[in-house]
Every structure is written in C-alpha cells, then in structure tokens.
C-alpha cells in the first residue's frame, strides 16, 4: 500500500474550442500554451510531484498518444500510460484506472485530474488537496473540488452545497448544474452556496467501484473481467473489446448526479480550465486596449483581440473587436473570440476538406 496517493491524469481530449493550435495529432494538453517551456500534460504532473512519487502517475490517453505521453513525460514507465481505443469520455477513463490500480493497491486513494488545467497558486492547492485527501478516508465518499466563483461565467458547470457547521471541510453536495444561461448563472453567484465544477476528483479506489457497481452496474460487469486481464499480454486485446462495451459518458452525469455520498471541498487557488482562446485571453498579458498578441503585428482601431502567428509574418490588423486571429501550420482561423460554440462546426466542416487540416 501507498501511503501517498495515485495521480490519475485524464489526458485523451483532441482540445477542438483550441483548433486550430490544436489538432488531432498533437491536442492541447501537449502543447506549451503558456510559454513556459513545459506542456499542460508536464505542468499538471510537475504540479503534483509534490504530493506523489513519479512511480504513483498513471496518465490515461487516447491509443495515438501514447508516444506523446512518453516522450514529454519520459518518469513514467510504459505500465502507466493506459490508452483508449475509443474515446468514451470520463467515466469508462476513471474506470479503467480505477480498477486496475484496486487490482495492485485496494487500500489506495485517488486523485482524478485533468491534464489541461491551470493552478495559479500551486501552494493553496497543495493544501485543498491535502484537505480533500482526508475527507476521502471516510468510507464511499467522493470528493469533488469545487473553485469559488469571481463572476457569473457561463461556460462551467456548478454544484450547490450544503452549509456545514462542524469542522469537516467537506460539504455535502445538494446539486449539480451544467452550463447554465447568464441569469442562472449571475442567481448561483449571488447566493453564495454555488462553486464551479472543476472536474478534479478524490477518493479511495474502493468508494469509487462501490459506486460504479450501484450506479453504473453495466460499466462494473466490464471491467470487472479486466482483473483476469490487467498486466498481462491480454490486456490490450481486451480493453479494445471493453471499450465497445461501455457507454460514452461522463463521471458527472453516470455517478456524481445520482450518488448521495458526493461531497465537496471549497479551492480558491487562481484555477482556469483553460478551455477555449477567450479563457486564454483572460489570462495573457494585454496592450492598452486589451489585446492579445503573441505575433509580429500592427493594430489599428482594434480592441479585444487575441493575435497569434508566426513572427516570420507581419500582420495588419484595422477596425477589429472582439475577433481571434490564428495561422497554424496550414489553417489559418479568423473568428470572434467569443465563439467557441461554433467550433465544433468549423472543425467538422475543416475535416471534409481533409484530414490534414485538423
């Protein structure tokens, strides 16, 4: 047994509200978005480095990227990169992790991330996990971290939560809400009790499996056969089969929203989720009239706009607000900043042009 937690790392999503930066062969949790020199895959594992040994990584990903986790993440050996054949979302991913680690350390505790997110302040979030970690030990409790909202933002998830009054810093989730619309969303800032939805998880392995078994029976048949399988040669041939066996969905909806023993731990740690260019924006460094531009570039009556493109180019921008500029590789993305809804259009659209182009 571990007495430091596993870091299970979700790193399978193609990052398609970041395309075209972002492509198929190499998504956004593999890219230096930041400017740091290190990926959002190396920043989510050098983050937790100070909770947990290298040896206590598995980073769960899509079968193309396996070679990528490898190379940027090279402390892990080749039994702790798991991929998918298909992408079935968040619930078959912990899942597969889930029980496969319970098949090696059942004693152990958990904690599910993403590899895309941002942490400003990685020394409180050291501490909320600590807290989170705890809370966990308590038989069938699943932890969720919820961040204390700054505005009324309309592209997260919420969970309302009941007040506690002892000294336990987990409180007993009432509700989850997805995306909610601009009033809904300034009424949950308002009273105070709604937190935003981070999708980062803990729990001991064993609460997560009783969950699956009550709640998503179907999925804990699945991959309950994979303990005759897990470390073994038949491993792949049989988490290919698995994964045409199991529903697409997420964590949130398959246990989260039906289960009574969901609890949250309040985090105020400077946490973006890094999922789309207008996130971007909020955070990069901005000229005087709120511009983002990583490019050799003239501005000209242009306000709010984030340009980035190679600096071999000079580019002219007049008379733009609100509008996103990009050239990567072979596409080059003119849009507003503000419309990553229609992403998934362009990207479809972009696809009939040829699979080169995403």
């Known amino acids: 047994m571990q007495d430091k937690p596993y870091i299970v790392i979700m790193a399978g999503g193609i990052g398609s509200r ?29 983050r937790f480095r100070e909770i947990a040994e290298p040896e206590q990584f598995i980073v769960v990903t899509f079968q193309g990227y396996q070679e990528l986790v490898s190379e940027q993440l090279p ?7 798991l991929t998918e054949p298909l992408r079935r979302n968040t619930a078959a991913c912990i899942a597969y992790a889930a029980y496969k680690i319970h098949g090696f350390d059942p004693e152990s505790t958990l904690i599910v991330t993403p590899a895309d997110h941002l942490i400003l302040q990685e020394n409180r979030f050291v501490r909320t996990m600590a807290s989170a970690i705890e809370a966990a030990q308590v038989d069938n409790r699943l932890i ?7 505005r009324a933002e309309t592209g997260y998830g919420y969970i309302q939560y009941h007040e506690n009054n002892g000294t336990d810093p987990a409180m007993k989730v009432k509700t989850f809400t997805e995306k909610p619309n601009p009033k809904l969303a300034k009424t949950f800032l308002e009273s105070g009790d709604f937190v935003w939805n981070s999708g980062m998880f803990v729990w001991k392995v064993k609460s997560i ?5 009550e709640l998503m029976p179907d999925v804990a048949e699945v991959f309950e056969e994979g303990r005759g399988h897990f470390g073994k040669a038949s491993e792949p041939e049989y988490i290919a089969r698995a994964y045409t066996q199991v529903r697409n969905i ?3 909806y398959g246990i989260l929203e039906k289960s009574d023993k969901v609890f949250v731990i309040l985090g105020d740690f400077g946490w973006s989720d890094l999922g789309s260019w207008q996130s971007l924006h ?3 460094d901005k000229d005087e009239n709120n511009n983002v531009v990583e490019a050799n570039a003239l501005l000209f009556d242009t306000e709010n706009c984030f340009v980035k493109m190679d600096n071999d180019k000079l580019v002219v921008v007049e008379g733009l607000e609100n509008y996103l500029i990009n050239e990567s590789e072979n596409v080059l993305l003119i849009c507003k900043l503000d419309g990553e809804k229609k992403f998934r259009d362009f990207v479809a659209n972009a696809k009939k042009k040829g699979e080169d182009f995403i």
């Open 209 to 213: 499996l009783d969950a699956f078994s």
């Open 282 to 284: 909020e955070l990069r």
């Open 144 to 150: 969720t971290i919820g961040i204390k909202p700054n």
């Open 18 to 46: 970041f395309w075209p930066y972002s492509r198929n062969n190499r998504p956004k949790q593999f890219l230096d978005i930041l400017g740091t020199g290190r990926s959002l895959l190396q920043m989510t594992y050098d």
């Open 75 to 81: 402390e892990l050996k080749l039994n702790q990169v």
């Open 250 to 252: 997420s964590i949130d």
